[in-house]
């Protein structure tokens, strides 16, 4: 069985949005205070068991008062498991209430445990069981066994405990439990016998009247239905010398114990325990390093090796080549532009509604004999929502090669941004920032949470909230830097160095940047893309461990394994982790994605020559004939899309093809069919950039 589905189960039988964790416990728990329901992982349940026990604590839940009843002078004295006894039997009783179906699960839940002998009542006699035995029986399985319950205070008790309401009744009930159990246990009947016949306080013996015995025949003979609710409390009747002969001890209730012992044997106890993390709180003063920081650093420190500077160095840094993009760029930047106003209009268009505005249309008044419709008319277009981008780009090593061609990617899309102005913010995760500087934590580190080293950091390396100049001077500049990385002259600053692929870790911090951008800029509707060109490595998570030399419990770091389920404590939804690289992204995808439902996730993976488009066709794409499409659309596009990655739209693009230029060049003695091929080549180009940017935009807009 799914942990999942059951967890799901649980949340709609309590109507809230419980915290639900199974972990390798012995029994089943509630905390009332937090609203976490904890259920064992059983070995052997099956889902009849399975459903009854959570249905059992669901109901406590939704029931069972939160209070320390036992510092109440009133209950203080209450044996626990008298409680639990009188308790159990008033939750069952509002479940099944409350779910006619439940009366189902119960039986056949409580049937099964019986036939397994989970009470340990095979060979035993009930009739010599304490009442608070029988008591718990009688509610749990008193529907298909004879559970003996004698006539008079025994009966008064059961009837009270089966008419409880609320939680005091409950304990008022487990009190009278309690009370009787004191007068018949063997040491009350010793210190205190009971009065002989002849002496003060002796009842006489009644023979019974005639005119008893004829009503009672007469009530018997007028009554079928009558006299088969009653048979199983005559029977008890019958059997009520002999429960009062047994030297049982009233005060113990070993049934409660059986039970208890018996779950905690079923339950799984092994090292492969399940456990659960959270998203840490992080201090983004400390993660993200802002605009004016980065590129404050990165002009000392290109001022600070300026003699050491060739004329070669000033001509690279002056980016003649990044100045010759954008001049190249400025038509595939309006088509951006066009394709995104095009959208918005449709949009709006769709949106719009004709309604009247109360004043006469004059030109209509002549067919007012006819025409009822004399009024003029006005279509109201509503306001499009506000748009917003956010840009993760991949700041490692294995991004050197590639960093100049997805740059050309993301400038088209900034200064498709600047022109229609949308506000965005462009963030590069790296582990270089901090990683020689004077480190501050980045977390109060706790227990159970995704763990981020202190080196992380996300560098808000462009940002929309500077002007035009200061932008293109900020564009030029990480140009400069990614132009380092392929060449033997430029200079890149120390921090600025690429570094490890943080990339699961930069999506953690999506959960508190997210809500940041669209506060400050407004946004309504964001679109977060992520440039990446790899799997990333996988967080650790925090325990709490003391090991036998050290005083106090400390803060250890433990991997992640296919049993540990990241619980998301806004939407209450569990989703299960993985050891696998690209499961464990998808995983936190789709955890933003539900943290966040507004929000596009768009990926660009650019991966490079061979076959590895093969091993991400394999990874997200189980269908055979979705497998081979996708093949065939990269050997025509080098490029495809997947659906079903974690993001919204992953799109898959090869680097050689974002390498290329889709300028028409040809040598001066070209022939023909060089020329044509040329041509040819130019246009598939173009054709591929514009059909991913056609789709990109349909996103966005």
Not at 37 to 58: F, G, K, M
Not at 350 to 376: M, P, Q, W
Not at 381 to 390: A, R, V
Not at 535 to 548: F, G, K, N, V
């Amino acid at each position: 069985m799914l942990h999942e589905v059951k967890g799901k189960l649980a949340k709609l039988l309590a109507t809230e949005n419980l915290l639900i964790e199974h972990r390798n416990v012995e029994t089943a728990q509630f905390d009332v205070v937090r609203r976490v329901l904890t259920l064992p992982v059983w070995r052997i349940a099956s889902e009849s068991v399975y459903d009854l026990l959570v249905s059992h604590e669901v109901g406590h839940a939704l029931y069972t008062d939160s209070r320390d009843w036992q510092k109440e002078d009133k209950w203080k004295d209450v044996p626990h498991s008298f409680v639990n006894i009188t308790e159990d039997a008033r939750i069952e009783k509002l479940m099944k209430r409350r779910y006619a179906g439940l009366n189902k699960t119960f039986s056949r839940g409580y049937t099964e445990l019986q036939d397994q002998d989970f009470f340990e009542l095979e060979g035993v006699d009930l009739s010599k069981m304490s009442f608070a035995d029988r008591a718990n029986l009688w509610f749990k399985i008193g529907n298909y066994t004879n559970v003996p319950i004698k006539r008079g205070k025994e009966m008064e008790i059961i009837n009270f405990i089966a008419d409880a309401e609320s939680f005091d009744d409950a304990l008022e009930a487990a009190r009278l439990m309690n009370e009787y159990a004191k007068e018949m246990t063997p040491e009350a009947n010793i210190t205190s016998p009971p009065p002989q016949k002849g002496e003060e306080g002796a009842e006489e013996e009644q023979e019974p009247q005639p005119q008893q015995q004829q009503s009672g025949q007469q009530s018997g003979d007028s009554d079928e239905e009558n006299d088969n609710d009653n048979a199983n409390e005559e029977n008890n009747a019958n059997e009520d010398e002999e429960l009062g002969d047994s030297p049982v001890d009233e005060t113990e209730a070993k049934t409660v114990t059986s039970l208890d012992d018996k779950l905690r044997q079923l339950a799984n106890l092994s090292d492969d325990y399940i456990s659960y993390v959270t998203v840490p709180e992080l201090d983004l003063n400390h993660v993200v390093i802002p605009a004016t920081d980065v590129h404050e650093y990165i002009e000392t420190s290109w001022e600070s090796h300026k003699e050491r500077f060739s004329q070669i160095d000033y001509d690279f840094m002056e980016s003649k080549s990044y100045k010759s993009f954008k001049k190249e760029s400025a038509k595939e930047v309006s088509y951006l532009v066009k394709e995104f106003e095009c959208k918005k209009s449709a949009n709006s268009y769709a949106r719009s509604s004709i309604a009247r505005t109360g004043v006469l249309d004059c030109s209509k008044l002549h067919t007012y004999k006819y025409n009822e419709d004399l009024f003029k008319k006005v279509t109201v277009i509503p306001d499009g929502k506000n748009h917003g981008l956010l840009f993760v780009l991949d700041w490692s090593g294995s991004m050197a090669d590639i960093m100049i061609p997805t740059l050309k990617q993301l400038y088209n899309l900034i200064w498709f941004c600047r022109k229609v102005g949308i506000p965005y913010d462009v963030y590069a995760f790296t582990n270089e920032w901090n990683y020689k500087a004077c480190r501050v934590p980045n977390i109060q580190k706790k227990e159970d949470q995704l763990y981020i080293g202190d080196d992380f950091s996300m560098l808000n390396i462009l940002t929309s909230k500077v002007s035009n100049s200061v932008a293109e001077k900020q564009m030029q500049s990480i140009w400069a830097i990614a132009s380092s990385f392929t060449c033997n002259y430029g200079y890149c600053p120390p921090q600025m160095h690429l570094s490890g692929t943080p990339l699961n870790e930069a999506l953690i911090t999506l959960h508190h940047i997210l809500p940041q951008f669209k506060k400050k800029t407004g946004a309504e509707k964001v679109n977060c893309v992520i440039l990446t060109d790899g799997e990333a490595s996988i967080p650790s998570r925090t325990i709490l461990l003391q090991r036998d030399w050290e005083g106090v419990p400390q803060i250890r770091n433990r991997r992640i394994t296919d049993s540990t389920f990241l619980r998301n404590l806004k939407t209450g939804e569990l989703t299960r982790l993985s050891c696998i690289y690209h499961k464990f992204t998808k995983a936190m995808l789709n955890d933003l994605k539900s943290t966040f439902p507004e929000v596009n996730f768009i990926g660009f993976r650019i991966i490079g020559s061979g076959s590895s488009y093969n091993n991400m066709i394999f990874q997200y794409e189980s269908s055979y004939d979705e497998q081979q499409k996708m093949r065939t659309q990269w050997k025509k596009d080098k490029s495809f899309v997947i659906k079903n990655g974690g993001y919204h739209s992953y799109f898959v693009l090869g680097n050689q093809v974002l390498s290329q230029d889709s300028e028409f060049e040809v040598s001066e003695d070209a022939s023909k069919s060089q020329i044509k091929n040329a041509f040819r080549k130019s246009l598939a180009n173009k054709k591929m950039n514009k059909r991913v940017l056609n789709e990109f935009i349909q996103l966005v807009a």
